[in-house]
């Protein structure tokens, strides 16, 4: 049930919602009428408004209106025909969540989120949505939220028991793609990372505004040094994975990871829990002060999350309230305290504190700015010039030779500002409260 069509990217969401491009009954005068009722529409909306309504990209299965924005279904297949949306038995799997917030040309970062075992983000078989808290709680901090749907039918911890090899093959197959483990099978196509590219393919496609897409998401590839992973249970230890081999903006263990063995000289030694292999094996690309968890004392992994959390260095929390250091204890009651991490809406304070705050309760920090082209290349005083590049919201100031310019237009993407009086050719450079970026090449000032 797809809540658009491609036809509709060739006219604005307004314009398209005021005429039908598709009815081929019209005649003449009729389709005039109606385009001019289109263009009114626009104009009311569009140009007596600079925010964004946000909408499910076209060729979304479903989207709901959530509180800070809405929540778009995308059915992984749509994305690459050799991606699967279901296994053999009823378990995990499913499709894609995005929350876009209610303006999305304010979004302030991205959040990739993975389910437990066997659960789904939305479950296409009750249209039943697993993600609805920590989704608001994305949306509230402008963060672009992905619940990405991926093979998770079995428990890692029940297939590897007692293998501390086990833990890290298993997940490298399930992220990588790679035939590696005996416990699971998961080709390249249905593994985490071309699912992740591939939905951030579909969304380069179809998002809109286009100029608002995260920079994460301007390459070839996806960004992971701009990008936030979490996940509770199962999904925190693939979280973690991604983590260890790639570069990440933040890693938010929820209830994870309890990837564990126990080690006795004998066998009426009780034993002492120590990390799975991949844990503490080589060096992690992303750094512990970049590692925050969430875990409850009544958790029955609790001892093996904790042992987890100080194998990584990550140090704990000297206030449960007011979350500090790298991984907080959770006492309140809770219904379930190995979903509430997760799940439960009064433990959003310490989800914003370990997700989407700068880690000490501060906004997230932003990244440097990019200069990658601008047009035109020269003109006048006077001449209004389109900036591109990435990481350009919030930019104060563009300069011109040196000489300052207000910007007219802001988006992540684009800056456009006029050339000012006193403006001298050479290079344009941009200000934003990051940091500043000039351009490889000169804009050259007419007479």
């Not at 979304?60 to 025909?81: E, L, N």
């Not at 428990?155 to 833990?167: E, F, H, K, R, V």
């Amino acid at each position: 049930m797809p809540v658009s069509n491609d036809s509709a990217r060739k006219f604005p969401p307004a314009l398209t919602h005021a005429i039908s491009i598709e009815d081929s009954t019209m005649n003449d005068v009729s389709l005039a009428a109606a385009l001019l009722r289109g263009l009114m529409v626009f104009c009311c909306i569009f140009i007596g408004s600079s925010a964004w309504a946000a909408e499910c990209p076209p060729g979304s299965y479903t989207q709901r209106t959530v509180t800070g924005g809405i929540g778009c279904v995308i059915q992984p297949s749509r994305t690459d025909p050799a991606i699967q949306d279901a296994g053999s038995n009823s378990k995990g799997y499913g499709y894609h969540v995005v929350g876009i917030p209610a303006d999305p040309t304010q979004i302030q970062g991205v959040y990739v989120h993975f389910m437990g075992s066997g659960a789904r983000p939305y479950d296409q078989t009750t249209g039943g949505y697993s993600v609805g808290q920590i989704l608001e709680d994305a949306l509230a901090r402008n963060f672009m939220f992905i619940a990405l749907a991926y093979v998770n039918p079995e428990t890692i911890g029940q297939l590897c028991g007692g293998d501390s090899a086990c833990y890290g093959l298993a997940r490298q197959e399930v992220i990588y793609g790679d035939a590696v483990s005996p416990e699971v099978s998961v080709d390249t196509a249905n593994g985490i990372l071309n699912r992740m590219d591939a939905l951030v393919n579909f969304l380069e496609e179809n998002f809109e505004p286009a100029s608002a897409l995260p920079a994460a998401f301007a390459g070839a590839a996806v960004d992971w040094s701009q990008v936030r992973v979490g996940g509770g249970s199962q999904g925190g230890g693939h979280a973690g994975y991604i983590g260890r081999d790639f570069l990440t903006e933040r890693v938010c263990f929820m209830a994870s990871p309890e990837d564990t063995v126990t080690q006795k000289d004998s066998l009426d030694d009780p034993g002492v829990i120590v990390s799975a292999a991949w844990l503490t094996e080589g060096t992690w690309k992303t750094p512990t002060a970049s590692l925050k968890g969430i875990v409850h004392e009544d958790e029955d992994g609790y001892e093996k999350i904790t042992t987890n959390f100080a194998a990584l260095g990550m140090v704990q929390s000297t206030s449960e309230t007011q979350p500090n250091n790298d991984w907080v204890k959770i006492t309140i009651p809770v219904e379930n305290p190995h979903t509430a991490p997760t799940t439960d809406e009064a433990l959003s304070y310490a989800r914003d504190w370990a997700c989407f705050s700068g880690g000490d309760g501060s906004p997230p920090p932003q990244p440097l700015p990019v200069v990658t082209s601008f047009s035109p290349t020269s003109g006048k005083v006077g001449t209004r010039v389109t900036i591109r590049g990435s990481s350009l919201e919030g930019t104060t100031a563009v300069k011109f030779g040196g000489v300052s310019s207000t910007p007219t237009s802001v988006s992540s993407r684009s800056v456009r500002a006029v050339v000012p009086t006193g403006a001298a050719s050479g290079p344009i450079t941009i200000v934003t409260p990051s940091g500043s970026a000039s351009s490889a090449t000169n804009f050259q000032v007419l007479p």
